[in-house]
């Protein structure tokens, strides 16, 4: 078994040693390329079907629905700005999964990162009423980070260290942080002038992140931007990445190898857990200006579909999370123009996860996608 393990562990560092063997393989790669961008694009039309049936059903026109849907998300300047501030923190909850994945991790706990990351980012800007915006700004978004990602650690450790299935506890772990948040807003952070609608004291204008020049979108489209690429570099180009990757192979392999799988898993976790945090401070510092109950707007949930659709490719993500952005800005539009209910767009996306689950299975199936050796 020893010996199976050495052989496992030969084959994931081969790439480094330039055999001719690893070359030839690479030459044939381009066929799973192929296939990992068929089979979600075959996966999203089948959705597209899907949907149409239950419109139809409700009896809406499967056309005219998507003619407004493309209207409300990208059929002028305006509208596409509604859907880059939907997608920001997409792209940051996204890879909240994405990035543990490539551990062979399945995290879902982005939502709780999130929520953690916009409740200590409020709790750190109410302590500098009279500082500078650039300061508040600087110390929100490192408390948010820090939050998340401790948040998401938290997770890994209970799986490297406990053998606690991360998927469950991550999840678990959003009712626990939705339920500090609802806690916090209620009683000692509650502002007397919410009435309606408890929330926290809020934060100063002046330290609020401005808009990007005269649009509606925030600097939280940049920050997730460079988040993606900086996660795409860090996985792909970095000795990190190349051990990140390696436990994402075999765990047993990795060891022989010497590499330091729980470190390695703690930094990999938090790292993947400080990019919702550091939405959930986005959310609070150019969007509501406060915490309260929006900030479990279900961001990480949809970045769960996100890092699969992109199959937990960092860029990917960042154009997944464009389109996912534009089908949440038109769930107003579908209401008002066709009568259809508001969580319209809530199955869409439950039918776009199912059928791209269910496409997992097809890989490896399909005979023109196989590599040929030659």
Known sequence: ??????KKAGALLEPLTGTSASRKRTSFRWRS??????????????????????CALAGANPFAVYASIYKAAFGSWYSFQNTLVRAAPLMLCSLGTAIPFQLGLVMIGSEGALVMGGLCATIAGLQFPTASPLMV???????????????????????????VNETISSLLMNYIAIAILNQAINTWMRDPSS???PASYPIPDEQMLQPLGDTTIHWGLVFGLIACLLAWFLISQTT???QIRTIGGNVRAAQIAGIHVGRITLITCFLAG???GLAGMVEVAAIHGRANESLNAWYGYSGILVAFLARHNPLGCILISILLGGLLAS????????????AAIMVFQGLVFLVILFSESLYGRWKIFRERET
């Open 240 to 242: 990190l990445g190349f």
């Open 195 to 197: 009435l309606n609608k």
């Open 331 to 342: 769930g107003g539009i579908l209401q008002r123009d066709h009568h259809l209910p508001d």
């Open 274 to 276: 400080a990019c919702p």
């Open 1 to 6: 078994m020893e010996n199976a393990d050495v």
């Open 33 to 54: 390329h192929v296939e990992s961008i068929v089979i979600p694009i075959g996966a999203i039309l089948v959705s597209l079907v899907a949907f149409g049936a239950f």
């Open 137 to 163: 700004q600087v110390v929100m978004a490192v408390v948010g980070m820090t939050a998340g990602g401790l948040w998401l650690a938290s997770a890994g450790a209970l799986k490297h260290y406990r053998g």
